[in-house]
């Protein structure tokens, strides 16, 4: 039998210790608190709900990568929350349906997937958001966009680039201006995925009228030009996402690094006409992703919503919201008035239970001697 050591748990799983585990709650604080002062209300959906319920609730989201099981109270399939967003949509269609839109909802919980990807081995995170449904306008995008920069900006994270997408720009094209076969879109996908201009072209002639898409990537100011350049030869099909994504940018602080990738689909499985995934300089991958997108609602029609979701825990690792607690030692018999005080000035007392402890071990930097504080 193989001996399992004490503490070890199941790959991509682990514990948070101090002072990590305080800095990670504090920072899920933060941005609950700065989405609060914009209205948005919090939620604490539960960690596991049926699976169907769990994947069915937002438009095109699929039920990959899930962490299962079968209830066995209701022999139903279980699945853990892999997405804070689709349990929203859940709630604002079914137990907030009548409520007045737009309806502005918060998250904060872990989240839990059954791979992790490449740039990461966590298989749970933490996961915090908002939520704005009954709308997916300019404006509200905007809104949530502005919203997202302001949380961040609060929890100390600076350094910020925020990458625009058009994640259903593709199939509007496909569908319209640009036609394409089914099998052709799927290619022509692949092709902009890995931005090949070379193999995109040898696709056929259908599908070279794509190339344009890669060119208006980069820089935000230069990749609209060369999108608008493209959107002039189509006659101006897609003039509304172009005016969008110009309303969304403007009001964006210089401090922030702006950038577009129209055609960018990783992670952005249910967005529709607009996604944006957010970098911090000196980080690896993004450390939150929106858009807009639909829920399926009890009565089949679909209502419109945008949102965005933090992944903080790279930032945690990094030491974001690390604020190191002033410790004091209370030595057996201390001034439990005084004690009291100090705790109300910010202190975090640890109070001796045998009498023969040290506080400086116990990492205090201070003891009480009678009403005074001494450092050790
Ligand atoms: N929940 C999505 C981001 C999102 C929130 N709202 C809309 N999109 C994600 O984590 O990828």
């Avoid at 209300?41 to 989201?61: C, G, I, N, W």
């Avoid at 790279?314 to 974001?320: H, N, R, V, Y």
């Avoid at 009291?340 to 990492?363: C, I, K, N, P, Q």
Wanted: hydrophobic residues 45%; proline residues 7%; contains cysteine.
């Amino acid at each position: 039998m193989t001996m399992i050591p004490p503490g070890l748990l199941p790959e991509g799983l682990s514990d948070r210790l101090p002072p990590q585990a305080e800095a990670s709650a504090r920072l899920a604080r933060r941005v609950l608190d700065t989405v609060a002062t914009h209205g948005y209300e919090r939620v604490m959906p539960p960690l596991a709900e049926f699976e169907d319920t769990l994947t069915q609730r937002l438009k095109s989201m699929r039920a990959q990568d899930l962490v299962r099981a079968v209830d066995p109270v209701s022999q139903r399939s279980l699945a853990l929350r892999p997405d804070m967003t689709a349990q929203v949509g859940r709630i604002a269609a079914t137990r907030l349906a009548t409520a007045p839109r737009p309806l502005r909802l918060s998250y904060a919980g872990p989240v839990i997937r059954l791979k992790a990807n490449q740039l990461r081995p966590e298989r749970e995170k933490l996961q915090v958001g908002a939520e704005l449904i009954g709308s997916d306008s300019v404006a509200a995008a905007v809104e949530i966009v502005n919203v997202a920069i302001e949380a961040l900006q609060a929890a100390g994270v600076s350094g910020l680039t925020i990458d625009f997408t058009l994640p259903d720009l593709i199939d509007m094209l496909a569908a319209g201006p640009l036609p394409l076969a089914a099998d052709e879109l799927e290619a022509v996908r692949t092709e902009l995925d890995a931005k090949d201009a070379g193999a995109l072209v040898a696709l056929g002639p259908q599908a070279a009228a794509y190339l344009p898409l890669i060119e208006a990537t980069g820089p935000f100011h230069a990749a609209m030009e060369r999108l608008e350049a493209f959107n002039a030869q189509l006659g101006g099909a897609i003039n509304s996402r172009i005016a969008g994504l110009r309303a969304i940018a403007r009001p964006i602080g210089w401090d922030i690094t702006l950038t577009l990738d129209p055609t960018e689909r990783h992670g952005f499985e249910y967005q529709n006409w607009f996604g944006f995934s957010i970098f911090a300089e000196g980080f690896i991958g993004e450390i939150g992703r929106g858009g807009s997108y639909a829920i399926l609602r009890a009565d089949g029609q679909d209502e419109p919503a945008i949102g965005f979701s933090l992944y903080p825990d790279p930032l945690i690792d990094a030491g974001f919201g690390d604020e190191a607690p002033k410790r004091l030692f209370l030595p057996l018999g201390a001034d439990a008035i005084r004690a009291a005080e100090l705790r109300a000035e910010g202190w975090h007392t640890v109070a001796a239970l045998v009498g023969d402890e040290d506080g400086a071990t116990l990492r205090c930097s201070h003891w009480l001697d009678g009403a005074e504080l001494r450092a050790f």
